[in-house]
């Protein structure tokens, strides 16, 4: 690696809507109302934005393929505005897009925004495409398989590698399910705010065996921003900006999903450990179970979850359950994992949801969440993980950050 | 010699119990006849059980050499789009043969069957594949759907290794109106079932039976088996006393384990004859619809040769019973259930995308690397071994006829199918290769990581509103 991305941009400002089911807004409105608070948390204006990034991953349903109608919404003075999709990278990639836009001095202020509509299209969960739906009747088409399904394989496999009877497996998601929506209940801006217990999680009706209804995350609408300038500039607006550690992105080589020969055994996902590997690496970590305070993390379904602690370095490979039953990653653990809720309760509207994570470590940095007990306390370094498209072909990006530099 | 080289059956996974079904439509004071009847499951239509037949048929044999087929169905999935094309290319025949569908009842199977022997005899084709499928749906609670089974047939024909020999035929053609269907309607419609008995099965059968018999100069004694299709129990067995053949020369008709599966049946019958018969023996196996077709085969020692085949016995022992008959019923789209929410979100299809994929959808075509060996799909340029990626270095390699075992599965209720849930897996390919499957006909929860897995020819999806049914292959545990 070259020098990196550490140290050299700071977050100067984030805003995240309530998300959940908004019936009564439209993308434009959540995309201003992110907007409008990640403006006056940062302090500035509008018009000294120089740059933006815009992330959706459902045109269809709400602003169109490009960067023009995110831009009419927030009335920028003519800005550079793109649009990026990555799947459920897509939040995670616009700051990515925007840090590197001010680290390479190209952009002085830059603006990452995303936002999601996904309660327009009709059904409850995902489109059968997922985020797309592809030409039926071409290879893409044919191959076609929801989201519930698509995750589900990981458990099944999961539980066979490690000898987890089936009462036991789903135990184990079931308690990470219930603590995501404890620690959903704790935040105002949470979609699904009820707790759960572990006995409900289990007894719930499948949706892809083995995964049942409370394996899976919730579906919103949301937005989110954030707001970044070189490092060296960051106290000029705050006192604490959050500084970025480091931003990852893996994408699939295809060897997972074809390659039989290989090594990949669907009980993990190699984009997770190559986009961790490359930001531990990126960001000064070599031991990531203790120097990470805190992570926010892809929990689109629990085993998700579960996989994604052992793929991070949190968990040792096939120990997961251990932490797990420990309460490693609950809210008051040594580790806490999704404090937010998670996208299992705070939701998830796919092009806001990296930036949301990202909102949540900067809150929690500064000492600003909203109740005391979710407000974690000491934590030096923290941690953002997404995953994109189903799991042997996924993308993972990870972005580490922290309060002080060095 | 010109006659049958090579034969098989497909009778579908799930049966359907005729008092189960007398329980939910007998209501409307209809009596089912005993035993059961085969449904085809929800990803089958006529297309795809003639494709599983021909691939039963083709095992052990050389695709290459196959010079035509015919496809038989009075179930198409279109009026215009020739389906004897889709079954080839499932068949991966070459394309430089002539292929044909035969349609509208009954007899299309045998008039197929009889065309393709003509073409060989007629030397303009070496040898040639003759598929029959049907899955008949009819008005639900019509005493028909009790009778109806679906399934389909499929004999290679030709000149070489000869297992029956074709020595006559002999057909009627009358418009006898006992069912029809116009092209605008749904379901058929039928005459009053004593006339079609008396007027049709009793006088039309032994019609073309005697009359080939008489044309051969042979007596009912000089018959081994004599198969009929005659869909009433008691009146079938009558009517072979009648034309003077013993218990013991009637063929079973399969009415009390597939049903009536109307083109396929013949040749579903003739399948069970020659499962059964010794070299020498002449068999004789007549249609019905509108007329008969009568063939009479005599057996070759070369018989001996279709022993593993694929036939009527081992699909009647790989069943599973059909819960219900509103699981038939919305299975076979005989009543339209509910879908859940998605079931209105269609991509559009894209034919000249499919057209450029079609190697890969129709025939499962993947590829393998020259440099280094590995069998991979879908066909990409650059090689997936991160040792080798060696770029357009690639040769075609078939999935279709491969095995592979259980990967990892799961079992998908966020699906809108008639009949949730589908199971959802990888396979991973015996010779190399991953593909993302459905798995098919199977008990999900017998699933085991590491099962052994065939492919199987299916119907993916229909696009009402477009007008598309769109096949692929899906995984299937492995034929015992």
């Known amino acids: 690696m070259v020098n990196g991305i550490k140290d050299q941009v700071a977050i100067i400002g984030v805003g995240c809507t309530k998300f959940g089911e908004r019936w009564d807004t439209s993308a434009g409105d959540l995309l201003v109302d992110a907007f409008k608070e990640a403006i006056k948390d940062a302090g500035i204006e509008p018009k000294d934005i120089d740059m933006a990034f815009g992330g959706t991953a459902m045109p269809e349903t709400h602003l169109g393929p490009a960067g023009t109608a995110l831009a009419e919404n927030l009335r920028l003075d003519y800005v550079p505005f793109s649009r990026n999709e990555n799947y459920c990278c897509t939040g995670a990639d616009t700051i990515r897009y925007a840090s590197y836009a001010v680290a390479c001095g190209a952009s002085n202020i830059a603006l990452a925004i995303g936002v999601e509509k996904l309660k327009d299209v009709g059904t409850p969960g995902l489109p059968v495409g997922g985020v797309t739906t592809p030409p039926r009747g071409t290879l893409q088409g044919v191959i076609l398989s929801g989201g519930p399904g698509s995750f589900a394989v990981l458990a099944t496999a999961y539980f066979a590698k490690y000898n987890l009877d089936f009462n036991t497996g789903k135990e184990m998601l079931a308690r990470i399910s219930a603590k995501s929506h404890y620690n959903g209940s704790l935040n105002p801006r949470a979609h699904l705010r009820k707790v759960v217990t572990v006995e409900e999680i289990i007894a719930a009706p499948f949706i892809a065996w083995p995964l049942g209804l409370f394996d899976c995350c919730g579906v919103s609408d949301g937005g989110a921003a954030a707001i970044v300038v070189r490092a060296s500039e960051a106290k000029r607006f705050r006192k604490d900006p959050v500084y970025i550690k480091s931003l990852q992105v893996s994408s699939t080589s295809g060897e997972p999903e074809e390659w039989s020969a290989g090594p990949w055994d669907a009980t993990y996902i190699e984009m997770n450990r190559q986009a961790a590997r490359r930001a531990y690496k990126e960001a000064g970590v070599t031991n990531p179970r203790e120097e990470i305070g805190f992570a926010e993390v892809h929990d689109c379904f629990s085993i998700t979850e579960a996989v994604v602690m052992e793929d991070l370095g949190f968990s040792p490979m096939g120990h997961v359950k251990d932490d797990v039953f420990a309460g490693r990653f609950k809210h008051d653990g040594p580790q806490p994992i999704n404090i937010s809720g998670g996208l299992k309760s705070f939701g998830h509207p796919i092009g806001a949801t990296g930036l949301r994570m990202i909102y949540e470590l900067v809150t929690q940095f500064q000492g600003r969440a909203e109740l005391p007990a979710r407000q974690l306390k000491n934590k030096r370094l923290g941690l953002t993980h997404n995953l994109g498209d189903a799991p042997p072909r996924s993308v993972c990006a990870v972005t580490i950050m922290g309060l002080e530099l060095g | ?480």
């Not at chain 2, 009778?147 to 024909?157: H, K, N």
């Not at chain 2, 003077?244 to 599966?261: H, I, S």
């Open chain 2, 1 to 480: 010699m010109i006659g049958i080289t090579s034969y098989s059956a497909h009778i579908p996974w799930y049966r359907l119990s005729r008092a189960k079904m007398n329980e939910a439509t007998g209501f409307l004071m209809t009596f089912p006849p005993p035993g059961e009847r085969s449904v085809a499951n929800q990803n089958e239509d006529s297309v795809t059980m003639a494709a599983t037949a021909g691939i039963y048929c083709l095992e052990g044999e050389d695709r290459g050499q196959v010079g035509g087929l015919y496809f038989a169905t009075s179930t198409p999935s279109y009026l215009v789009r020739q389906q004897a094309s889709i079954v080839s290319s499932a068949l991966d025949l070459r394309e430089d043969i002539r292929v044909a569908d035969f349609a509208s009842g009954n007899k299309a199977g045998t008039t197929a069957l009889i065309a393709a022997l003509d073409a060989v005899k007629a030397g303009s084709m070496k040898s040639a594949l003759v598929a029959a499928a049907d899955c008949r749906v009819v008005k639900p609670g019509n005493p028909q759907e009790y009778v109806y089974g679906d399934g389909a047939a499929a004999f290679l024909v030709g000149q070489d290794d000869v297992v029956a020999e074709l020595e006559a035929t002999y057909s009627l053609s009358v418009d006898f109106v006992d069912r029809w269907r116009a092209v605008f309607e749904e379901f058929e419609h039928s005459w009053e079932e004593r006339w079609i008995r008396d007027e049709g099965y009793e006088k039309l059968i032994p019609r073309a039976i005697n009359g080939l018999l008489q044309q051969q100069k042979l007596a009912p004694g000089d018959i081994a088996k004599v198969a009929y299709c005659y869909p009433l129990a008691r009146p079938h067995a009558a009517l072979a006393k009648k034309m003077g053949f013993t218990p013991a020369q009637v063929q079973d008709n399969l009415l009390e384990k597939v049903g009536d599966a109307c083109a396929a049946w013949p040749l579903m019958m003739l399948v069970g004859a020659l499962e059964e018969a010794k070299p020498g023996d002449r068999i004789l196996v007549a249609s019905y619809g509108q007329g008969v077709d009568a063939l009479l085969f005599k057996v070759t020692d070369k018989i001996a040769r279709m022993k593993d085949k694929w036939g009527v016995k081992k699909n009647l022992a790989r069943r599973k019973d059909l819960e219900s008959w509103e699981r038939y019923a919305s299975m076979r789209g005989a009543v339209k259930f509910y879908l859940g929410p998605r079931d209105q979100e269609y991509g559009f299809t894209s034919y000249s995308m499919a057209w450029r994929e079609r190697k890969q959808i129709s025939r499962l075509y993947g590829c393998k690397c020259k440099k280094c060996g590995t069998a991979q799909f879908p066909m990409r340029r650059i090689c997936v071994n991160p040792k080798c990626k060696a770029i357009d270095q690639m040769e075609d390699y078939r999935f279709s006829d491969r095995t592979g075992k259980i990967f990892s599965f799961a079992v998908d209720y966020n699906v809108s199918v008639p009949v949730p849930p589908v199971v959802h897996a990888y396979i991973n390919f015996d010779g190399g290769g991953r593909i993302q499957m459905q798995v098919v006909d199977v008990d999900p929860f017998t699933i085991q990581i590491g099962q052994p897995m065939e492919m199987t020819y299916r119907r993916k999806l229909v696009d009402i509103a477009r007008g598309v049914s769109i096949y692929y292959w899906c995984a299937t545990p492995v034929r015992q």
